[in-house]
């Protein structure tokens, strides 16, 4: 049979109640796949669609925003290189300057920064449990920069990110 054994099942629960789609093999034409409900004896004839969506590794359901924020909930950025660093503040509807130097800040720039910083995606995970001495592998054990968010309205009000040597 078509379905003996699934070749796949996807289980979508509410509240108590649960149910299992199986999936079998794809039919001969059609770009169909045939399917049932868990429990029960007729079978069905489906489009793929569902069955190609759901058949992914987990790595395909990961969310790649690196950061989730709106450039306008920031209120300060610091940014530390091996060549230097500098930090902004929001005063009001003004950007400053507050190191290295105290001066007014070009809010385009900052804007474009903060933008950016907001719009980063990850392109590979790479380890999620990373173990102490495995750190200097990604060059973190030295960052190649240091970017800190300072964000009052939300929380944490403060987000670190460290930047490693390139992969």
């Not at 049979?1 to 039919?27: C, H, K, N, R």
């Not at 569902?50 to 300060?76: C, H, I, K, M, Y």
């Not at 070009?106 to 102490?132: K, S």
């Not at 495995?134 to 800190?148: I, M, N, R, S």
Request: hydrophobic share 45%.
């Amino acid at each position: 049979e078509a379905l003996e054994p699934p070749v796949g099942w996807l289980s979508v629960a509410a509240g108590e109640a649960a149910t299992t789609l199986q999936f079998g093999d794809a039919t001969p034409i059609g770009g169909n796949r045939y399917a049932r409900l868990a429990g029960r004896d007729d079978l069905a004839v489906i489009p793929s669609t569902l069955f190609d969506a759901a058949n992914q590794t987990p790595e395909a359901f990961r969310d790649r925003q690196l950061v989730r924020f709106d450039a306008f909930s920031a209120d300060g950025l610091t940014v530390t290189t091996p060549g230097g660093a500098f930090s902004v503040a929001r005063e009001g509807a003004t950007w400053r300057l507050a190191t290295p130097l105290a001066d007014l800040a070009d809010r385009t720039e900052v804007t474009t920064m903060l933008n950016t910083l907001a719009g980063m995606r990850i392109e590979r995970f790479v380890n999620d449990a990373p173990q102490p001495e495995e750190v200097p592998t990604w060059g973190l054990d030295q960052a190649k920069a240091e970017v800190e968010l300072v964000r009052y309205s939300v929380l944490p009000p403060r987000l670190m990110i460290f930047f490693g040597e390139p992969l």
